[in-house]
Nanobody, 124 residues
Framework: QVQLVESGGGLVEVGGSLRLSCAAS????????MGWFRQAPGKEREFVGG????????NYADSVKDRFTISRDNAKNTVYLQMTSLTPEDTAVYYC?????????????????WGKGTLVTVSS
């Protein structure tokens, strides 16, 4: 059974940092792009950042650029999201995703695999 399991969410103060992890299991994710999405209360899910299989391509939403960094360790089947300078607008459930197509991952269309999410709350 394929699973993406997020961890690292929690409550943090404005200006603080958190690192999210997403551990993949159940199959090999060779050649899979991986990424992060988030959904804030009352809003649609949005793309946060993505990373290609060999980490040669990374993209971020404008709202998190220069504050968030995505990375992956293929030996551990794990992708990370380092978040800094957090603001209340970053409060959301963060989801890990994996897809064979980097473009599909960016668009959030027909994603192959999703995690169940981890909640990040930024208090002011």
């Amino acid at each position: 059974q394929v699973q993406l399991v997020e961890s690292g969410g929690g409550l943090v103060e404005v200006g603080g940092s958190l690192r999210l992890s997403c551990a993949a299991s159940g199959r090999t994710f060779v050649n899979y792009a991986m990424g992060w999405f988030r959904q804030a209360p009352g809003k649609e899910r949005e793309f946060v950042g993505g990373i290609s299989w060999r980490s040669g391509t990374r993209n971020y939403a404008d709202s998190v650029k220069d504050r968030f960094t995505i990375s992956r360790d293929n030996a551990k089947n794990t992708v990370y999201l380092q978040m800094t300078s957090l603001t209340p607008e970053d409060t959301a459930v963060y989801y890990c995703a994996a897809d064979r197509s980097y473009r599909s991952l960016q668009l959030g269309n027909g994603i192959d695999y999703w995690g169940k999410g981890t909640l990040v709350t930024v208090s002011s």
